[in-house]
């Protein structure tokens, strides 16, 4: 029983990104966002999109952000021109929407999500797994869009590697990234090591020649490991910790320190992560427990301000504090037969706790959050090879809100036979109404800061998600395809909007005010094909059509003037991947990413510098096409060691947004389409 023990243990890390040599469509993957157990993909009750690490480097992704693009449902896109905050959207709703989870938990607290995208580096993931649609019954607040969890790269065997990625940005600013991996493994595979690094390098890249950044300066450094101990036969220990080090700046003159330019906005941030799991896994496999314990410390110093030439320097200096803790424990128990069907029961209990301590020179009042979430779930999915039925509930207590909020979860798969699956779900959800949040990170806007806060009757959102799919697989000779046919419905009560409320001329604040409006629908279809049509060919392609309203009056964007669209949410969107390897070690690959027409606002400034005679502008985006070709090669030397060069050119047709304002009125959050130009770039990896 011990041996079968520690072979289960060795071989679970493996099971987790194991895939059938001749699954190409990779339905054989092991997920487990759906239910928190390792599960096929092809089994899941709910659908799973899942971007492994041989997907990220066939489109050369450097960091999270650039690899998501590439998943059904889901848009990635640079919303400042300044700071250069990424932003990605699930199903059409913006990321305050979304839960990204490190390792299945919820550790990133809202300010370390406004860059997050472009901390995490592609090195030090293993896989990224996201559920589309409602996650609130497993996962709490804020996952009414879905889940996006970043899986970290775990060590399995000996090996290292170090890699270095080089882009020319429009043809005159350097990108460089460097990259390092390294695992260690014990011989009898009781202990092992997994370590990582990153580093990189952005110059400021300016477009339209106005002086002013629409690409900002970045240094960035990520350090790292993922290592685990078997405490016992039954039992092991996970360990991770990682650091990130992240400077940003956008504006002008960078030559000069940032309070003598005329716009400067960005910050340096150090964050410092840690997380601690111990599982126990009895011989039986018939119970499972994990406790577990997340710690994460952010410390940023910003500086967002605007100069005039009068002045011999600004003083918009800005620092925030903020730690987040979450700590908890799970329990499964398996079933051979439960009523009328084998089945997994899981329960689980869960303590976050997030402050926060913000300041600015220029204002003395300092912003504290608090908040504490008390969390209780037990779900139970009865499963075979032609059903699964799963029902589950969530409880949140949360300080920000009154009562108890319970979340539930439905949902069914029926394969009727190995070709077929067929799924439904419905789960509710909510969004606590926080005092900081992704979209108040102090920005610029025609030279003036703004800032966010919440109306004194703000209440809670409530969402109700409805999903239902079809996954058809074919098998003809050589030939193998997927086709996955997905509708969605998402029902938001009571949907966030923010509305100026005044301009504070004291402090050189804009202020918005975060308030209820009647609420929301989001509803469309997704499409999703994967075919291989001979071996050495692999096509990938996603598309969705949806409609993002909210109800009644809508958001009301210039005084009595209101609007029932979302802004920035295209009707139709849709990406494409394809590799070819048409002789041994040569590798060709091209991606690409349509974004259709979508509304966003344009503050124009007039004469008069800092005034509230500004005028918004409601604007029709056009559509962009975003096409990239790469091809790699690799160098064998020996049985285990390899060097991969490649080449490629990202945006060939240079599809990128023509109407870009310019000079210190900018308004830096107009800013749409690809997130680069025309850009050249070159990889070179050694595997050891």
Request: aromatic share 8%; with cysteine; charged share 20%.
């Amino acid at each position: 029983m011990k041996k079968i023990a520690i072979i289960i243990f060795s071989f679970l890390p493996l099971l987790a990104t194991a895939q059938n040599h001749h699954d190409t469509v990779r339905l054989r993957q092991m997920v487990i966002t759906s239910t928190l157990h390792a599960t096929l993909r092809s089994n899941a009750p709910t659908t799973v999109g899942v971007i492994d690490g041989s997907q990220m480097d066939a489109v050369s992704a450097v960091n999270l952000g650039e690899g998501l693009c590439f998943s059904t449902g889901l848009r990635v896109e640079n919303t400042c021109q300044n700071c250069g905050s990424n932003e990605v959207r699930i199903n059409g709703l913006s990321q305050a929407y979304s839960q990204i989870l490190i390792d299945s938990r919820p550790i990133n607290s809202a300010l370390a999500g406004v860059y997050l995208l472009d901390q995490l580096p592609a090195s030090m993931i293993d896989r990224v797994e996201v559920l589309r649609g409602g996650g609130s019954a497993l996962y709490g607040s804020n996952a009414i869009a879905g889940v996006i969890n970043v899986i970290t790269r775990e060590p399995h065997r000996n090996e290292a590697s170090i890699g270095n990625t080089t882009h020319l940005i429009g043809g005159k600013s350097i990108d460089w990234s460097n990259s390092f991996n390294a695992s260690v493994v014990s011989g009898d595979r009781r202990a092992g090591l997994s370590l990582f690094g990153h580093n990189r390098h952005r110059d400021p890249y300016d477009h339209n020649g106005d002086g002013y950044s629409e690409i900002g300066l970045l240094k960035a450094r990520m350090v790292g490991f993922r290592g685990y101990l078997r405490t016992s036969d039954f039992s092991k220990l996970n360990l991770e910790y990682h650091n990130i080090h992240d400077f940003r700046r956008g504006g002008d003159r960078f030559d000069l320190p940032s309070p003598m330019a005329h716009i400067s906005e960005g910050g340096e941030h150090d964050i410092n992560s840690v997380s601690l799991k111990w599982d126990w896994l009895p011989a039986s496999g018939m119970h499972h427990a994990s406790l577990f314990a997340s710690l994460q410390h952010v410390d940023r110093q910003s500086y967002y301000g605007e100069r005039d030439d009068s002045e011999p320097f600004g003083t918009a200096y800005g620092y925030t504090d903020n730690l987040t803790l979450n700590y908890g424990a799970i329990y499964s128990r398996h079933f051979d037969t439960l009523l009328f069907m084998p089945a997994e029961f899981t329960v689980g209990l869960e303590h976050t706790l997030d402050r926060l301590h913000d300041h600015t020179i220029d204002n003395p009042d300092t912003m504290r959050q608090h908040v504490a979430i008390v969390s209780a779930y037990l779900q139970n999915e009865w499963k075979s090879d032609r059903w699964s039925i799963l029902a589950g509930a969530r409880i949140d207590k949360h300080t920000m809100v009154n009562a108890p909020v319970l979340s539930p979860r439905l949902n069914l798969r029926f394969a009727p036979n190995d070709h077929l699956s067929l799924r439904a779900g419905y789960a509710s959800g909510f969004r606590a109404p926080q005092i900081y949040d992704e979209d108040l990170h102090v920005g610029a806007v025609n030279g003036q800061l703004y800032k966010i806060t919440n109306a004194p009757d703000l209440t809670m959102e409530r969402s109700h998600s409805l999903n239902a799919s079809a996954d058809i697989c074919l098998h003809i000779g050589s030939l193998e395809a997927d086709l996955l046919v997905e509708c969605f419905y998402t029902r938001i009560n009571d949907a966030f909007v923010n509305e100026l409320l005044f301009d504070d001329t004291v402090s050189g604040y804009l202020h918005y005010e975060r308030r209820n409006a009647d609420g929301a629908t989001v509803k469309g279809v997704n499409v999703e094909m994967t075919v291989s049509p001979i071996e050495p060919m692999r096509i990938q392609l996603g598309g969705t059509w949806q409609s993002s309203r909210y109800t009644g009056q809508g958001k009301e964007w210039e005084e009595n003037m209101f609007e029932r669209r979302m802004e920035r949410t295209p009707d139709i969107y849709a990406y494409l991947s394809g590799v070819y390897t048409p002789i041994e070690n040569l590798q060709l690959t091209a991606t690409g990413t349509f974004t259709g027409p979508m509304l966003v606002y344009h503050s124009v400034a007039d004469d008069s510098k800092h005034s509230l005679g500004s005028e918004v502008h409601k604007v029709i985006t056009p559509s962009f096409l975003d096409l990239s070709l790469k091809a790699a090669y690799t160098i064998p030397f020996g049985d285990h060691t390899a060097l991969e060069l490649s080449v490629g050119v990202q945006n060939i047709f240079n599809s990128y947004q023509r109407d870009l304002d310019s000079g210190p009125e900018r308004d830096a959050a107009y800013i749409y389409g690809p997130a680069l130009p025309r850009t050249l770039f070159a990889c070179a990896k050694l595997k050891i």
